[in-house]
């Protein structure tokens, strides 16, 4: 089993559309719990970033945290076109120090449709 | 959040050559991370990199064949050597951010024929 499980989909939503999106995982020592927005041809960028189970809200975008299932969602209320792009969950296990590493998942491509 | 640009944005290179990819930050960084993004596969963080020490590779990836500099705090180098066609791939720097994120940048897109 990989530490990170994320359905790559693609999964395609007409725009108004509540989209969600998951990851689970097995390592318990996960403590923080981001997702990146990749659009084409670009590099991830940082869209949520959490450390704690329950809701965390940024506007449209809503992430949510279930340590007890080792489960993370993304939410996207109100879906527009620009949001389609790949979504990709990464976890942290902070090894402390100076040393750390992001796990990944593979990413779930999502398209908006006008 | 840091601005990050690497060079070459892509390139096309030939079987048993060598590419090295420049990754330049607009501020001081205390790491700088190398990862490759193949189809269909989750990003992989080949290496850390430090300034001042020798970087740190994760497992299945070895020194010979991804050497990195870090001179200072704002570049890094990844050379990817010895190429063959599974190096084809998207390469990406980036950087620490706050709390414990990364930042990172466009990317390389490498084919190798």
């Known amino acids: 089993q990989k530490e990170v499980e994320q359905d790559p989909g693609p999964l395609s939503v007409p725009e108004g559309a509540i989209v969600s999106l998951n990851c689970t995982y097995s390592?318990?020592?996960?403590?923080?719990f981001m997702w990146y927005r990749q659009y084409s041809r670009k590099g991830p960028e940082l869209l949520m970033y959490t450390y704690s189970s329950g809701n965390k809200e940024d506007g449209r975008f809503t992430a949510q945290v279930d340590k007890s299932s080792k489960y993370i969602s993304l939410f996207i209320r109100d879906s527009q076109p620009s949001d389609s792009a790949t979504y990709l969950c990464a976890m942290l296990e902070n090894s402390g120090g100076s040393n750390y590493k992001l796990t990944f998942g593979k990413g779930t491509l999502l398209t908006v449709n006008p | 959040s840091a601005v990050i640009s690497q060079k070459p944005s892509r390139d096309i290179c030939q079987r048993g050559t060598s590419l090295t990819i420049q990754c330049q930050v607009d501020s001081q960084v205390t790491m700088m991370f190398w990862y490759r993004q193949q189809p269909g596969q989750s990003l992989t963080l080949i290496a850390t990199a430090n300034q001042g020490s020798e970087a740190t590779y994760e497992s299945g990836f070895v020194i010979d064949k991804f050497p990195i500099s870090r001179p200072n705090l704002t570049f890094s180098t990844l050379t990817v050597s010895n190429m063959s066609p599974e190096d084809s791939s998207i390469y990406l720097c980036?950087?620490?951010?706050?709390?414990?994120?990364?930042?990172f940048g466009p990317g390389t897109r490498l084919t190798v024929l």
């Open positions: 390592n318990s020592a996960f403590q923080y």
């Open positions: 980036s950087v620490d951010g706050f709390t414990d994120t990364q930042y």
